[in-house]
């Protein structure tokens, strides 16, 4: 009896909804907890990020206008294909030596369908009406900040990136996330999932590569508006904050010891940290 | 073959330029779009690119023609014109504003002694298809006001019919009208269907005596192609080495970023010389072109990648 033929798969990047490889036709070995190579996905240069940055600020645009009802029905449904995902992500965890794969996927899943049900209940808790002198009715309220950058942490690779991903993209930012470097395969999968869901191309756009390459570029870029510096090596966090003073990014960093915990992992305010307060004055009748 | 042609001063009479027309050789489709395409693959890296940067906003034509453009909008472009960067007096100023026959005097008020010249769009643009008097005094009124430059369009109903020498007779009566203003003729080659077609356009153009070819109106969807751009460089430098007269070649319609600015740039190199690297002999019509030129060229200098949010609307 013959042997099927081999169907090798070809690890890409995910930009403005579309698969390319890196435009500098780079890619980089990672391996296996028992250091067998697992695949050599596209190592991103800082030009893929430059298109991925663009991607995202054209998508921005449709993404924020939604209805906050409506971006929360499609992130659920993304929740609904990571179900039925969940044997590949279990897979690919436990190869790159994940400790608890089966875990990590449920409690990854459970987390984006919580982060989910905050985006159309953030404005009611966060938005207040304010008592000012003069005929005036006055509003404050959270709007999203525009492109976002998320460099994810090293592991867990797939919760640490959905504890990262999900309450900055709920409000309506669009994102450009740099994956984990030594554990990428999950976010190539969840760019996968994204592809097939109603997310927008260009809302989420997921490179991998050299987290200490790319960082830089992201920081520095002046079309991005805030940065998760969540993933960034330690002995490279003074430089690259220095970086992002040129535009004035917002720069927020999650220290968390135990990414399972609720309580320390998931929050609102990870959600309310990417977004902008904007205040109304309307004039009223005397 | 240029002895053989009789000519008038710096031009054809008309029937030698018929003639000329049926000597225009067919265009290798293939081999042209494949050498565009090989060209603008070439990569201009740090000093190269600043410079070609540089060189791309001095060709730039900055260009308004909406039928809403008012006064104070054509104020605002002519200070971007003079100074595109308002922070940074090292930016050159760019080529010329192209801009409707009724605001010139707009423009001409705001750009006196700066070297920014003004381009009038005349002839019943975009079609040219309005009575010949009218069009030649639309012409003659653009240049009373101050326009030093004409864009014209070439009466492709009369070429396409075949009526080679009405569409030739205009452009000279065009170029009369014009006096000392220069004359760029737009062929619209997105209309003209093929590169043969293209090219005798340009060579029914340049005859007429224009000083430049330019490839589209902008306002149709097919503008500036680069397999289209070769074809009429192409065409300007074989009517160069058959009279000896620089044709200019000026580029417009959905040229939006450098990138493209600077794959014309290396077209124009590579098919016409060093000769036309400057803004009397290459030109690039465009708007949205000069904020990216801008972002590049921050982009080189800085590091970083540049945002819109620090660059002023046009």
């Known amino acids: 009896m013959m042997d099927r033929l081999d169907v090798r798969k070809t690890y890409k990047l995910y930009i403005g909804g579309a698969f390319p490889r890196s435009e500098s036709g780079r890619s980089y070995p990672v391996f296996g907890a028992d250091r067998q190579l697992l695949a050599r996905p596209a190592r991103a240069s800082r030009k893929d990020l430059r298109d991925a940055v663009r991607a995202a600020r054209e998508a921005w645009k449709g993404w924020t206008m939604q209805t906050a009802f409506n971006r929360g029905q499609v992130l659920y449904r993304v929740a609904e294909l990571l179900q039925g995902r969940r044997a590949q992500f279990v897979q690919e965890l436990r190869d790159a030596g994940a400790p608890e794969p089966e875990r990590e996927v449920d409690a990854s899943i459970d987390r984006w369908v919580w982060y989910a049900g905050w985006s159309d209940k953030v404005h009611h808790v966060l938005g207040t009406v304010n008592p000012v002198a003069g005929p005036y009715f006055n509003f404050t309220f959270p709007e999203s900040m525009g492109v976002v950058g998320i460099v994810a942490p090293e592991t867990p690779a797939l919760l640490g990136l959905v504890s990262r991903l999900a309450p900055a993209v709920v409000t309506g930012n669009s994102l450009v996330v740099v994956a984990s470097e030594s554990r990428p395969l999950p976010a190539i999968t969840l760019a996968e999932v994204l592809a097939t869901s109603d997310v927008p191309p260009g809302v989420i756009n997921v490179l991998t590569g050299f987290t200490r390459e790319l960082t830089p570029w992201l920081a520095s870029h002046m079309d991005v508006n805030a940065i998760d510096l969540t993933g960034v090596p330690e002995d490279q966090l003074d430089e690259v904050e220095a970086m992002t003073a040129g535009n004035v990014k917002r720069t927020v960093r999650a220290r968390v010891d135990d990414w399972f915990d609720d309580a320390v992992a998931q929050s609102p305010y990870a959600v309310t940290a990417l977004m902008e307060m904007k205040t109304v004055w309307h004039p009223m009748g005397a | ?314």
Request: glycine share 8%; net charge neutral; proline share 4%.
């Open chain 2, 1 to 314: 073959m240029a002895t053989d042609i009789e000519r008038v001063s710096d031009q054809f009479s008309s029937s030698s330029a018929v003639a000329l027309l049926g000597r225009v050789p067919s265009v290798d489709a293939v081999g042209l779009e494949e050498r565009a395409a090989s060209l603008a693959k070439r990569s201009i890296k740090r000093e190269s690119k600043l410079w070609a940067l540089d060189l791309a906003i001095r060709c730039v034509d900055l260009t308004t023609l909406e039928g809403s453009d008012t006064p104070g909008k054509i104020v605002a472009m002519c200070a971007k014109a003079v100074r595109p960067d308002p922070t940074d007096p090292s930016i050159p100023s760019v080529a010329a504003v192209c801009l409707y026959p009724a605001l010139v005097p707009v423009a001409v008020g705001q750009l006196k002694s700066t070297g920014v010249h003004v381009a009038s769009v005349a002839g019943s643009f975009p079609s040219g298809l309005g009575p010949l008097p009218g069009r030649l005094d639309e012409i003659r009124a653009a240049v009373e006001m101050g326009a030093d430059e004409i864009d014209i369009v070439l009466n492709r109903s009369a070429f396409l019919a075949g009526r080679y020498r009405q569409a030739f007779e205009e452009i000279v009566a065009s170029k009369e009208a014009c006096g000392d203003a220069h004359l760029k003729t737009i062929l619209e080659i997105g209309e003209l269907g093929s590169y043969d077609v293209i090219r005798r356009a340009s060579v029914l153009a340049m005859a007429a005596g224009t000083d430049f070819i330019k490839n589209s109106t902008g306002k149709i969807g097919v503008g500036a192609t680069l397999p289209g751009a070769l074809c009429m460089m192409e065409a300007a430098r074989d009517f160069f080495h058959q009279t000896g007269r620089r044709v200019g070649v000026k580029v417009a319609g959905g040229v939006r970023q450098a990138k493209q600015a600077i794959q014309y740039l290396v077209l124009v190199y590579e098919t016409l010389g060093a000769e036309w690297m400057t803004p009397d002999r290459f030109r690039i019509g465009a708007s949205t072109l000069l904020n990216d030129l801008l972002m590049q060229i921050h982009k080189e200098r800085s590091g970083a990648y540049q945002g819109p949010d620090y660059f002023t609307i046009d």
